[in-house]
């Protein structure tokens, strides 16, 4: 990137910057990184892989949530060869739980295109943003972070701190201009990881955290909400009717396909979603199947991006012979099916009775361990069982009256 002028885009606001503002800008946030960074694993390496791995699963997503799916991921593709050579399903499998599941068919068609063009992970900017799911702010964190080329980083956090810091609701090229301006030449990579660490462990959006900000006594507004200019998404709440068909030990999945309106090309049990009420949805799911008896057995809520869904789930044994795409998978075995986390939440709410059945039983038997969580009157009742009030509850050995010492 060319040098550039560093008070360019502040020169037509009030704001009474002196000449010297970025360097001290910088400095103040380079110094306060420095002390306060997290340590985390992606870190801890320049590998351009592994940095762009980390962006792309921070992408709408928390760090602790991705910290454990990120040692996985590279567990089983530590590199951009085993990542090209993979099939499509087993990268989605690997991905599974983490949503928004296009990034990772676009991590696994940019290693195709990586490998087709030479095995090495290109170092220029204009090469990366021909890739497959990396846009500007990717590849700027990518070519600053571990070529040290000095890009700059915005995204939702740096643009809320940006508005706060300056008292101005600015829009997303604004917040584009001023970051590269300030942008150093030195460091560029801890300078863009500096202000998205600030915006998201400080300038939070709500109960921002202004006196540990190292840039608070500047800051025009103290941390009060400016208005966002980004236009968020409706919230559609709809029901879905979820049916758990059993074969021995196994469930029934469906795989969803590419035409797949939510779910595109996840494994999942039978659903019926929609703003009907949920006992139609259930009838319908029902017949699908040819199924004429089945059992409630709990109510979910998930999200899927700006979907609500209030979500019965219906388990029954499978009768009349399945068709369609599909296959019977032990829970087992689920980790090989790229499948949602909604699939792992129905799970536990139907393997939840059976567990507390079978404690029921070793507790009853006098097997019970310390291990095992201990099972209330409210819990076995949930679960259909019910204690005998005939039978009186014994007395503690520290409670009984002692019996009289017969004389001599």
Not at 108 to 121: D, E, L, M, P
Not at 165 to 193: K, M, T, V
């Amino acid at each position: 990137m060319k040098d550039r002028d560093r008070t360019s885009n502040f020169g037509s606001t009030n704001w009474g910057l002196s000449p010297d503002f970025p360097a001290t800008f910088q400095k103040t946030v380079l110094d306060w990184f420095r002390r306060n960074k997290r340590d985390l694993p992606w870190r801890r390496t320049r590998d351009p892989y592994r940095i762009w791995i980390s962006e792309i699963m921070l992408q709408q997503t928390q760090v602790k949530t991705v910290l454990p799916y990120y040692e996985k991921f590279l567990a089983r593709f530590p590199d951009v060869e085993s990542l090209a050579s993979a099939r499509e399903s087993e990268v989605v499998a690997q991905w599974s739980g983490l949503g928004y599941y296009s990034r990772a068919r676009n991590l696994h068609r940019a290693a195709r295109q990586i490998c087709a063009g030479g095995r090495q992970f290109p170092t220029d900017l204009e090469d990366m943003l021909k890739l497959p799911g990396i846009g500007r702010y990717t590849a700027g964190a990518i070519s600053s972070i571990a070529f040290e080329a000095t890009y700059p980083v915005v995204d939702g956090n740096v643009c809320r701190f940006f508005s706060r810091y300056f008292g101005a609701a600015f829009s997303e090229n604004e917040c584009w201009r001023i970051a590269e301006s300030l942008l150093p030449e030195s460091h560029p990579g801890d300078f863009n990881q500096a202000l998205m660490e600030i915006g998201s462990t400080l300038c939070r959006p709500r109960a921002p955290l202004c006196l540990l900000c190292p840039l608070h006594e500047e800051c025009q507004t103290k941390g009060e909400s400016l208005a966002d200019l980004r236009k968020t998404p409706q919230v559609i709440s709809q029901n879905m009717a979820m049916l758990a068909l059993r074969k021995r030990e196994k469930f029934w999945l469906e795989d969803r396909g590419s035409t797949a309106k939510l779910l595109k090309n996840l494994w999942c049990f039978p659903v019926e979603l929609g703003s009907e009420p949920v006992k139609t949805l259930e009838s319908r799911l029902l017949a699908r199947f040819g199924v004429r008896r089945a059992r409630h057995v709990g109510d979910l809520k998930h999200s899927i991006m700006n979907y609500r869904f209030g979500i019965s789930v219906m388990t029954a044994t499978a009768g009349q012979r399945i068709t369609g795409r599909g296959s019977w998978v032990h829970p087992d075995d689920l980790s090989k099916y790229p499948h949602s986390s909604l699939v792992r939440k129905a799970l536990r709410v139907l393997c939840a009775p059976a567990k507390a059945k079978r404690a029921h039983v070793r507790a009853h038997n006098g097997n019970a361990t310390t291990k095992e969580k201990p099972i209330t009157a409210t819990r076995l009742q949930r679960h259909g069982h019910h204690q005998n009030k005939s039978r009186s509850r014994p007395r503690s050995r520290a409670r009984q009256r002692p019996r009289p010492r017969p004389t001599l």
